[in-house]
């Protein structure tokens, strides 16, 4: 059965870092793309980042370029976001998607998520 379990998320002050993971089951994710979403209260989802299983690499919203970095670590099938100089707009619940840039919206390849709250 296919399984995505992000974690990482939590309280963090204005400027700080989190890292959060997405634990794949049920697949082997260097045979596919994978996306991050993420969605704050009363707002749509929003598409935040993609990798490739090819040689395309890596992408980015332009509200998060050059803070966050997605990677994946394919003996552990896992894939991190990395998230630095965080602010209160980053809050969101955050989902690991089984999805390719071109189809992030589809709840059903996300997810339970997890909750990054920045705050001072």
């Known amino acids: 059965e296919v399984q995505l379990v992000e974690s990482g998320g939590g309280l963090v002050q204005p400027g700080g870092s989190l890292r959060l993971s997405c634990a794949a089951s049920g697949f082997v994710i260097s045979n596919v793309d994978m996306t991050w979403v993420r969605q704050a209260p009363g707002k749509g989802p929003e598409w935040v980042s993609s990798i490739s299983s090819g040689v395309a690499g890596t992408f980015y919203a332009d509200s998060v370029k050059g803070r966050f970095t997605i990677s994946r670590d394919n003996a552990k099938n896992t894939v991190y976001l990395q998230m630095n100089s965080l602010n209160a707009e980053d809050t969101a619940v955050y989902y690991c998607?089984?999805?390719?840039?071109?189809?992030?919206?589809?709840?059903?390849?996300w997810g339970q998520g997890t909750q990054v709250t920045v705050s001072s």
């Open positions: 998607a089984k999805a390719p840039i071109s189809r992030w919206y589809i709840r059903d390849y």
